[in-house]
């Protein structure tokens, strides 16, 4: 049974339709990547498994989108509830203005009806070693998280979504800021995350797709163009648009 389920699921800004009766399903433990053209549909499909689309004036939906059985396109969705499982990491590494302790427990101190020290300084080592930043960091708890490296600081946004338990990462182009050797390492983290989590990266680099993504969808205006395992999709694409993106000839 899939951890999420979009059946034809359309969306629209205002008169502009952004994603056209899109149909896929996610597998749970599994990496997934959305590929495509810029302006092509990918951020905001996948702003629409935490209802980020929603801060969007004008913003309207149709079809379903299933998570662990339900609708969450249904208006008396639980909002908090579904943006504290499904997660997301953005483009550019956002830490709060706070010290790096304080970013980790940030959302268990709102979502917690009551915390003690020893608590938090659990969550917060737990944390961080599943990103594998505590021997890095755990001597410099204190210091603003503003004062890490770019690699660290996407690092960190990943240990605060799994602070609060968050069991599905939405992954918005998380290495486009990052240089070579940082990629590599965020790669490697996403692929021991897998194991715990359902992750849907956003990617423009192909190359990346293909290294760390079990299934892939290619999009273009708006559609779902092709879905399928990653090897298949790059190796022997059954639309000719996939073929003609992957092999350069658009986009």
Known sequence: MPRIECKNLSLWYDKFQALKEVCCSFK???ITAI????????????????RMNDFVDGVHMKGEVIIDGEDIIKPDIDLVALRKK????????????????ENIVFGEKI????????KLE????SSLRSV????????????SALTLSLEQKQRLCIARLIAVKSDVLLMDEPCSTLDPQSTSRVEELMRELKSKYTIIIVTHNMQQAARISDDTGFMLLGQLIEFGKTKDI???????????YITGRYG
């Not at 499904?86 to 302790?101: C, E």
């Not at 659990?122 to 080592?125: A, L, R």
């Open 132 to 143: 594998l930043l505590w021997d890095e960091l755990k001597d410099r708890l204190k210091n």
């Open 111 to 118: 979502h917690a009806s009551g915390y003690s020290r020893m």
């Open 234 to 244: 790059f190796t022997a694409p059954k639309d000719k648009k996939t073929e003609d």
């Open 35 to 50: 590929i495509g053209p810029s302006g092509c549909g990918k951020s905001t499909l996948l702003r629409v498994f935490n």
């Open 122 to 125: 659990g969550i917060v080592e």
């Open 28 to 30: 749970e433990n599994n």
């Open 86 to 101: 499904v997660g997301m990491v953005f483009q550019r590494p956002n830490p709060f203005p706070l010290s790096i302790f």
